[in-house]
């Protein structure tokens, strides 16, 4: 351990680590850069976002049988949302880097130069990628900016630095190759190799507790609050900390909330509603957590518009969010995949050694109407490409746009369940559900998922002006909720 006082403001400035090439003056958020034998004033970055995540700097865990310890953290930003890289080191000094996106954690750590990796511009979703004799698949690829820094960091970062990634995985391995340093005389990215893992797993101590949490949350608190919309004047109801973006149910507009004010983005009279079961503001009791219905989106088949569903974004401020979608063959409960599959074709998947045939041939599903709070920006129109496989009551569905790939699986919920989650008499499916083939590729959540799986723990911002909406997080345990057991329809 080694301690200065910030050339800057005289704080203390702690470096744990002799790893640590700079650490950020939790004061004034200067970063101190570490030489042999002189401090030095690099400059501030910004004050990272408060979120929902439990991680904080200090907290340890044991990744592949080796101790660490989280020493500082950046925050990255891209077009639609927002997640924390934290820096852990290991007691044998080495460091790697613990991702916090969306409620999912990946560990990887430093392997170098990839000698082997194509051109960034060679690398797009569900291109493959080889490793230590394994075939890894691009899942993503963004272009992000650093917007804020907590704690130590292994080398110098700060506002405005660009980072340029593409993430692979394979079963539940998981690399990054980093291009953000790729110039004309060092033409490989930086390979960083690790697993998607759950906290539990990892053995974490000194995690934030739900008390910590909710007290930093409640900076600018979860509770509801009402916004006039700039457009028509009608009231937007949102919840602190938890929307960016806002859909006026009255007029159409979408409403930008991520700054100092609210901004009308655009607006859509053109949008078309259908008769939704749920609404804005609806709450459901389910396993003993309260959830509150904050967005609906309704989606339809690119070709077939009388194929259309219902999805509803539901979030609680300590899991954040889920997905419930009604489609006209009944509803269903979604969780994001912190892995790939084992395989992948046409004509069926197989993951956890279950083999799930195709439902329905790909297809593509667009968002006809939106309303509501969301944490990403959703405009009428938006398109994504689906595909989907079956098995029992489980459905996994793979959904692919120019960033991202992402499966998740959904599960059958009954109408009797829906009704009891939101006390609600006589709940029913859109259109009484007939011969698996006919009915249209209704079993779909898709679109909304992706954004979700990118924006990550979206963070409560330590401001106290409730105008300024941040980001927030779906925390990790959020994804991993326990899937309906009481349903009748079991078994
Ligand atoms: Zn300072
Ligand atoms: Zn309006």
Redo the contacts with the bound molecule.
């Keep these: 351990m080694f301690r200065t006082a910030c050339p800057s403001c005289g704080a203390e400035v702690l470096f744990r680590s002799t790893i640590s090439a700079l650490a950020v003056c939790e004061y004034c958020q200067s970063r101190v850069l570490r030489n042999a034998d002189e401090v030095k004033d690099l400059g501030k970055i910004g004050q990272v976002l408060e979120d929902y995540s439990p991680l904080q700097i200090g907290a340890s865990g044991v990744f592949a049988g080796r101790a660490f310890t989280v020493l500082g953290r950046i925050q990255l930003r891209y077009a639609a949302g927002l997640w924390n890289e934290w820096f852990i080191g290991f007691a044998d000094g080495k460091f790697g880097w613990l991702a916090d996106a969306s409620g999912q954690y990946m560990v990887t750590l430093p392997l170098g130069l990839a000698s082997n990796a194509p051109a960034w511009t060679a690398l797009q979703p569900e291109g493959r990628y080889e490793h230590g004799g394994r075939a890894f698949v691009v899942t993503d690829k963004r272009v992000a900016n650093c917007v804020g820094g907590q704690g130590e960091l292994p080398f110098v970062v700060g506002n405005g630095y660009q980072a340029q990634v593409v993430d692979c995985r394979s079963g539940e391995r998981f690399l990054t190759l980093d291009y953000s340093d790729v110039s004309a005389t060092q033409t490989q990215p930086q390979l960083y190799v690790g697993e998607a893992v759950q906290l539990a797993a990892l053995q974490m101590q000194l995690l934030r507790s739900d008390e910590d949490i909710q007290r930093s949350a409640g900076r600018i608190k979860g509770a509801a609050h009402v916004l006039d919309?700039?457009?028509?004047?009608?009231p937007?109801p949102y919840r602190a900390g938890v929307a960016t973006q806002l859909v006026?149910a009255?007029?159409?507009?979408e409403?930008d909330c991520s700054g100092d004010r609210a901004l009308v983005l655009t607006k859509h009279t053109e949008a078309e509603r259908y008769h939704a079961t749920l609404d804005c503001g609806d709450g459901a009791m389910i396993e003993g957590v309260k959830w509150t219905v904050i967005g609906l989106i309704e989606m339809a088949e690119t070709d077939d518009a009388d194929s259309h569903w219902t999805e509803y974004l539901l979030y609680n401020w300590q899991q954040g969010f889920r997905w419930l979608v009604e489609a006209q063959d009944g509803w269903s409960w979604v969780t994001v995949l912190n892995r790939l599959p084992e395989s992948w074709s046409a004509q069926h998947v197989v993951l956890d050694g279950q083999r799930y045939p195709q439902r329905f041939p790909a297809y593509g599903a667009k968002v006809l109407y939106a309303a509501g709070a969301f944490n990403w920006r959703v405009s009428v129109g938006d398109r994504v490409h689906l595909q989907e496989y079956r098995q029992g009551e489980f459905t996994l569905s793979k959904e692919v746009n120019a960033e991202e790939v992402v499966w998740s699986q959904a599960k059958v919920v009954s109408n009797q369940q829906i009704a009891q989650w939101f006390g609600k008499q006589d709940i029913k499916s859109l259109r009484p559900a007939g011969d698996d083939g006919e009915v249209s590729r209704s079993l779909a959540w898709r679109y909304t998922l992706i954004l979700l799986a990118i924006n990550l723990p979206l963070a409560l911002f330590a401001d106290e002006l409730i105008e300024q909406l941040f980001w927030t997080g779906i925390a990790a345990y959020a994804l991993h909720w326990p899937l309906n057991q009481g349903n009748g329809d079991d078994e």
């Design positions: 919309c700039p457009n028509c004047g009608s937007l006026c009255a007029c159409g507009s409403v």
